[in-house]
């Protein structure tokens, strides 16, 4: 019966002790061109869906740096349809070996461009 009543004393204090808040640090929010933070970086590619529908627009992501490569992306504002795309291109940025981690926001535009109702006249070739 002692030894249960130590038991229960000790897993007590040990759920009651509070947790410790985290020790690392805020982020450093970059405030120059993202070619500077990244000089590799990957071209977003125009999704199909995109090109189907007609869709062009602006897209804002934020990048989050840590050890020179893009650990996490958020979309802030665009169509959806681009939200892959940008995405998967920024996580193939190489970029600054920087300590501590380091926030980036990037604005991308994606244009369909005139659409041809016609196929273009034949080019005559000359000999």
Known sequence: MKHDVVVLLLFVSA????ARPPTSLAPVVFDGPATS?????????????????????VVVAQGLVSHGSVQAVKVLSGP??????????????RCQDLPGEVL???TFEFNMGPVLTQPPPAQATVK
């Open 104 to 106: 980036f926001t990037q």
């Open 37 to 57: 933070l990244c000089p590799r970086q990957a071209a977003p590619g125009m999704p199909f869906q995109a090109i189907v529908r007609n869709v062009s627009g």
């Open 15 to 18: 759920c009651a002790s509070p």
């Open 80 to 93: 959806f349809v681009f939200y892959d795309s940008v995405t998967e291109a920024m996580k193939l940025y």
